[in-house]
């Protein structure tokens, strides 16, 4: 796969942030500015394309609009979608759009723009992650300007918060070629200046359907070390960003910073490739993962209270398609699974991790503590922060992996059916595709969810990736800041965030 990645220049980097800094240190002036940073995790070859497979997600969440969104009790309500109606089975959905809604370039958004959008999800050349979610869509037809009729390949009930997806986003009829680039939607902000590397610039869009952006715009930076992130925070560099539990005391005494928290789905893993010895068989994937203490490592890893302790089930806590599953720590039935597989004196191997993301180094080593006992001895390997997606992420035999929360129907397609373009660890199984299919085709919730705890339960008997907990989310952010939201990053309303005098 070739991204056309370009590398990151260091020193570049190193004297675009000089500069950086010493604009910061300016005055401020009467404009609203919010800034914020990325971690430049595809090494600089972050594309404006919402499907695209390195996507720059923050800004793209500023540019374009979805159908569908989701409130901050997690309820679907409309954004370009006025209503969506299935037909009798759910083989059929008619989406209405909102009259009046504008691109950047001053277009009107219709029905067109909904059915390329859509339709181009399945192009192959993209080698979108989203087909293996949304590929049952067949086609969008053009009822009049403000009425698309969706046409599945297969019946689907839970069709609309598929839509709610942060890369399922409207962009104009005929504009793939461009969009990468070119960053027209109808979002609350428009593109100024793009640059992965340096700053990227986005202003107000004074014509958003709902009213102009408080702010006059908004500047992501590229950071890609986690505690250079939060550095810059704490020096007033930046105004907003994610923090990790054992970051807190940095603020402690900070007047100035408003710490926000609430639970979510997203983790931390390890993913051990499947396709890959000793992988290859499922008794060593298991023993690898029955030898955590999960209890102890969420603790360790966030403290009291910041995390819930799963099972190697992607599914959030407070979703209804969770399975319940049990799996405490047992050394010996790792040794015993370890022996069985022709591993009597224990496995090795290396773990790549990075300091993308604050936390995941120490994952790695308690990790590696963890399971000694059980005769694992694992090599930390160290990998550059920039382009950790793109360099080792799904080319090393394991690595440290990352995740937000995502609704069960889409974090199991997306991430475990054989094929998908972000199933991280190959794994490939006849059955579970069958457990997906199920439930997607059935229109009764109980037999649609025991499908998908069947599937949730095959994965941790036989899957390649450990997730020991999912945790909680946490912001800091500058006390001048009004309208943060506890929700994740891409479901905030960012044209209501506005920015006082400090």
Known sequence: MNFA??????????????????????????????????????????????????????????????????????????????????????????????DGVKFHDGSAVDAEDV????????????????????GMIQSVEVIDPLTARVVLSTKHAGLPILLTDYRVRIIPSGSGDTIASSGIGSGPFKLDEYDPEGTTRLVANPDYWEGAPKLDSIEYVAIPDADARIQALLGGQLDFSRIAPEQEPLFAGRSDFVLSEFPAGGWFGLVFRTDTEPFTDPRVRKAVRVAVNREEMAKLMTGEGHATVTCDNPVKANDPYRADIVCPQDID??????????????????????????????????????????????NIVMAPSDGYWDDVWMKETVVVTSWDERPADQILNEAYRSGSSWNESYFSNPEFDALLDKARASLDFAEARQAMVDAQVMLFEAGGTLIPYQQNIQFAYKKSLDGIRPVIEDQMRWHLVDKTEE
């Open 333 to 378: 039935l790792a040794r015993k699974l370890l022996a069985e597989a022709g591993y009597p004196d224990g496995i090795s191997f290396d773990l790549h991790t990075s300091n993308l993301e604050t936390g995941m180094v120490r994952f790695a080593e308690v990790y590696q503590q963890q399971v000694a006992p059980a005769g694992i001895k694992v």
């Open 5 to 98: 990645r370009r590398k990151l220049n260091i020193g570049r980097m190193a004297g675009a942030l000089a500069l950086l800094t010493a604009a910061w240190s300016q005055p401020a002036l009467a404009d609203k500015v919010l800034r914020m940073a990325h971690d430049l995790s595809m090494g600089g070859s972050e594309s404006l394309d919402p499907l695209s497979p390195v996507r720059f997600w923050e800004v793209n969440d500023l540019l374009y609009s979805r159908l569908i969104r989701l409130t901050e009790a997690g309820e679907m309500e409309p954004e370009l979608a006025l209503s969506w109606e299935p037909n009798a089975d759910a083989t059929e959905w008619t989406i209405r759009l909102r």
């Open 115 to 134: 059915k390329f959008s859509l339709e181009r999800i399945n192009d192959p050349a993209l080698e979108s992650p989203v087909t293996s979610v949304l």
